[in-house]
């Protein structure tokens, strides 16, 4: 990065001072891929670099009737949700195989950057998530947890046509196998007979200790990483969103929006100031954090653009983290394949909580005896 693009940026994360990778025996795993520090360490610096890095922006024009033109302070949940969203994009459009180049001007990859302007007319903007969470009690310019970016990118996903995504919350870190392809399988427009997979990002929210992470966790947590559907976890610590990608020993690999830079807009990516830009959605530095040091509120994320992948994931799912001899010594989840006898519906077929004016979809089923969907994204199905 050139001394103009990095006077661009401003660093604002005082989490820890820069890490890099270790050299180490145990292998990097980012986003289902493993690597080893010993003969990858090139691969895995583009491989991270190649991820979508979404921070804070300053200069977009107001947020709806509101006066906020930055969202600094208080936009980093928002901003890992992009992040979440962005990378299943680029999966399903351009591959997990797919490395950003600086010097290339790859049409397709623009496409999906420019769906994250910061403009009102950008299906994934930050005015679009700030304004939707107003309809989950969330204010513009108030903290989102990871259930209400969750909840809100399911919305959102909804309108975006080009991708055509099944957005799925799995509330009470439940898994229902059958809701999910209820969800996924249709019929194709242009043949009525034949039915078709919608590409799936499936999230499951999870609280996974009471002020820290329980050290039963860490190894599913670890898991999680390591499938080809992985999408990471959104997480970080209170008040202060990350979105980890991976993990190496007993670290995660995140991506920090704590980094203000100035609004930018790509068009073509044809001029020297459109190149820097670009830059500035890819970050050139890798950070660690020790497991146990997470929030113990955190977004489990996978895709699955099959029904193969998803059928793929439910087995690994199953071995590794519900109780088995393979799994760690608590579960994060159960999976079932049809919904639980004490969940109920309302007869219009859609549930609305006590404690949130937030209806949703018949999926988004909720167990009579508990509460998930809250005005806290404190209140997590604790474990």
């Known amino acids: 990065m050139d001394l103009m693009l990095e006077a661009y ?27 080893s520090t010993i003969i990858d360490l090139q691969q895995i610096r583009n491989d991270i670099q190649s991820r979508l890095w979404f921070t804070y922006r300053k200069g977009f024009v107001q947020i709806g009737n509101t006066n906020f033109t930055s969202d600094r302070g208080w936009g980093c949940m928002l901003r890992c949700g992009q992040m979440v969203i962005g ?23 623009l496409k999906i950057l420019r769906m994250f302007e910061d403009k009102r007319s950008a299906p994934y903007s930050i005015h679009q998530i700030a304004l939707m969470g107003v309809s989950h009690g969330k204010q513009v310019g108030e903290w989102f947890g990871p259930n209400t970016i969750a909840q809100v990118l399911k919305k959102l996903a909804t309108m975006d046509e080009l991708s055509s995504l099944v957005f799925h919350v799995a509330l009470d870190n439940t898994l229902v ?20 997979w919608k590409p799936l990002v499936l999230v499951i929210p999870l609280r996974l200790g009471i002020s820290a992470i329980n050290p039963a966790y860490v190894q599913g ?18 008040n202060h969103a990350l979105y980890f990608i991976g993990f190496v020993g007993n670290d995660v690999i995140f991506l920090d929006p704590h980094t203000t ?6 068009p073509n990516k044809d001029i020297e100031t459109e190149h820097k830009i670009d830059h500035s959605y890819h970050c050139q530095q890798i950070n660690r954090l020790p497991i146990l040091n997470m929030d113990p509120s955190l977004a489990a994320c996978f895709m699955c653009q099959t029904e193969n992948d998803f059928n793929a994931l439910c087995h690994e799912l199953k071995i590794h983290l519900v109780q088995s001899d393979q799994s760690p010594s608590q579960p994060l989840i159960t999976i079932c394949d049809e919904r639980p006898s004490d969940w109920t519906l309302d007869t219009s077929g859609t549930l609305s909580t006590s404690s949130e004016n937030v209806t949703v979809s018949l999926s988004d089923l909720e167990l009579s005896d508990k509460k998930f969907l809250t005005d806290s994204d404190d209140d997590f199905e604790l474990l």
């Open 177 to 196: 196998i059958n809701e999910v392809k209820k969800l996924c399988i249709v019929m194709e427009q242009t043949n009525s007979s034949k039915q078709i």
């Open 87 to 109: 990378q299943a994009l680029i999966f399903l459009h351009l591959g997990r195989d797919w490395r950003w180049d600086p010097d290339k001007r790859d049409i397709d990859y």
């Open 261 to 266: 830079q100035q609004i930018g807009m790509l």
């Open 221 to 238: 947590v670890k898991m999680c990483f390591t499938f080809p559907q992985s999408l990471g976890v959104i997480g970080g610590r209170p």
């Open 9 to 35: 940026l401003t660093h604002e994360s005082s989490l820890m001072d820069l890490e890099d990778i270790p050299q180490t025996v145990d292998p990097v795993w980012i986003l289902g891929k493993k690597y």
